[in-house]
């Protein structure tokens, strides 16, 4: 069964950290590039970083360039979001969302989400 559990949500001030933990099962993660989105109330989800099933290659929404980074840990199964700088507009829901594409298969799931809100 495949399972994604994202932690290390929370309320954090302006300026603060968080790093965000994707937890994975059920698949073999390796294979998978992993994402972040996130969703803000009243607002569509969005995509925020990508990065590939190495780890070489990763890629970010411009708002969070500079502050955010994605990275994983593929001996645990686990994807990271390291969010630095955080700034009230980054209040969202953070889901993690694998994906895989192969000759006739399109393979993605998602969790179920962690709040961040970020206020003083």
């Known amino acids: 069964q495949v399972q994604l559990v994202e932690s290390g949500g929370g309320l954090v001030q302006p300026g603060g950290s968080l790093r965000l933990s994707c937890a994975a099962s059920?698949?073999?993660?390796?294979?998978?590039?992993m994402s972040w989105y996130r969703q803000a109330p009243g607002k569509e989800r969005e995509l925020v970083a990508v990065?590939?099933?190495?780890?070489?290659?990763?890629i970010y929404q411009d708002s969070v360039k500079g502050r955010f980074t994605i990275s994983r840990d593929n001996s645990k199964n686990t994807v990271y979001l390291q969010m630095n700088s955080l700034k009230p507009d980054d209040t969202a829901v953070y889901y993690c969302?694998?994906?895989?594409?192969?000759?006739?298969?399109?393979?993605?799931?998602w969790g179920q989400g962690t709040q961040v809100t970020v206020a003083s």
């Open positions: 969302k694998s994906r895989r594409i192969t000759i006739g298969r399109n393979d993605e799931y």
């Open positions: 059920g698949f073999t993660f390796s294979s998978y590039t």
């Open positions: 990065i590939t099933g190495a780890g070489v290659t990763t």
